[in-house]
């Protein structure tokens, strides 16, 4: 099985290391699931299944981590303006966020701040792991909303 899941990680472009690593992390969150799953065909398929979602949130980390990099060198340090407007934004986005319903807020936070799976916040709030993207999805809608509001005014 751990082959497996390094073949697949493998297949998506990661290095050696990388591999083995993520593969590390499909065996343990295998291992919570390991009483639910019965037979062999829907243990490799499940090994396949969670190497690829592994995957893609490792790609969108690290794309999101590289995104906010790029974001923060577009602010002159220098500049009181930018700064000053840096500033007013970022309050009054955590002025938005405020404003969101409570457990939109908290999946946002959690998901967002914190880098914490889907599944970890599904299981801390004891709702299913669909739930939790709604309200993820919910909260980044409305907060681009928002956001497009005060900009076009």
């Not at 699931?33 to 062999?40: A, G, R």
């Not at 457990?103 to 739930?131: C, F, K, N, P, Y």
Request: net charge negative; aromatic share 6%.
């Amino acid at each position: 099985m751990l082959a497996q899941a390094v073949g697949v990680a493998l297949r998506f472009g990661y290095a050696q290391d990388d591999a083995e690593d993520i593969a590390q992390d499909v065996m343990l969150k295998l291992w919570c699931l390991h009483e639910k799953i019965d037979d062999m065909a829907r243990l490799q398929a499940s090994v396949a299944i969670t190497t690829k979602h592994v995957c893609i949130d490792r790609w969108r980390t690290a794309h999101l981590n590289a995104d906010m990099d790029i974001a923060t060198h577009l602010v002159d340090e220098d500049s009181l303006y930018d700064r000053l407007e840096y500033t007013e934004l970022e309050q009054w986005m955590n002025e938005q966020i405020a404003l969101l319903p409570s457990t939109s807020r908290i999946v946002l936070t959690m998901r967002q701040l914190e880098r914490r799976e889907l599944s970890e916040i599904a299981d801390i709030l004891g709702i299913r792991q669909s739930s939790v993207s709604t309200l993820l999805s919910r909260a980044r809608h409305e907060l681009f909303n928002q956001l497009k509001r005060r900009n076009q005014q």
